[in-house]
């Protein structure tokens, strides 16, 4: 089994759900008292979205680096970044490492592909929706993407950052994404991704009239894939 480097903190909500989800599925696949070979280095958000909010991209490349830099050193065989909005930088992590970086983009692509879906729409922080580090990712393995248009795209992002990485779950809210979430069908969405690791928390597939893509299941088992590779 190889160690997985762990990245989390951005949540640590969601860095939970890696944690439990990891554990569970490798204890269910092994059996016994099997459990997940992990590191996990949790970084303090609110440095890191201060920097997201003044566009200190590079600032977050250096430390992110060097978080994967120790965790390499601490005996990971690969990283996990828990987060799909700093995967703006994973090509520089990375560049300044030894080790493979499983990026959650193409992890969700393969498991959206194998559904034979080619049209997705795509829910997540404003870096995620609106840049093109992680939609060029999906478009380039053949995948059209979708996303709210402004107002929503608002919405979307105010309630994982003032709602969800609070650990306020408010039914209004999901009311909210649902309406996003049908919106986007209409555009001829055939499923969701749920870009952000913190928007599984609220929106559930009962929510949703397609498939949603959790990128924080997705990512979990396919770091559990790797390791027992």
């Not at 828990?82 to 300044?96: S, Y």
């Not at 959206?112 to 729409?121: A, D, E, P, Q, R």
């Not at 309406?179 to 928390?201: F, K, M, N, V």
Request: proline share 2%.
């Amino acid at each position: 089994m190889k160690t997985i480097g762990l990245i989390g903190g951005m949540s640590w909500e969601s860095s939970s759900e890696y944690y439990r989800i990891i554990n569970e599925e490798v204890k269910q696949r092994l059996g016994g008292l099997h459990s997940a070979k992990c590191i996990l280095y949790s970084v303090d958000f609110e440095e890191i979205e201060i920097c997201q909010r003044n566009g200190e991209w590079e600032k977050t490349a250096r430390l992110l680096t060097d978080v994967a830099r120790g965790l390499e050193a601490a005996g990971a065989d690969f990283i996990v970044l828990c987060t799909n909005t700093m995967h703006k930088v994973a090509d520089e992590i990375q560049a300044g490492i030894h080790i493979p970086l499983l990026h959650i983009a193409d992890i969700t692509a393969q498991q959206v592909l194998s559904k034979g879906m080619k049209v997705m729409g795509l829910l997540g922080t404003r870096y995620t929706m609106e840049q093109d580090f992680y939609k060029s990712r999906l478009e380039t393995q053949g995948i059209r993407v979708l996303v709210p248009k402004e107002a929503d795209r608002i919405i979307v992002n105010t309630v994982i950052y003032d709602e969800l990485c609070l650990e306020q779950i408010n039914d209004e809210s999901r009311a909210k994404y649902e309406r996003i979430i049908e919106d986007l069908i209409e555009q001829g969405a055939d499923g969701i991704i749920l870009g952000c690791t913190e928007i599984g928390i609220l929106v559930k597939p009962e929510d949703s009239k397609v498939p949603l893509f959790d990128t924080t299941l997705i990512h979990a088992i396919g770091s559990v894939n790797y390791a027992l590779d």
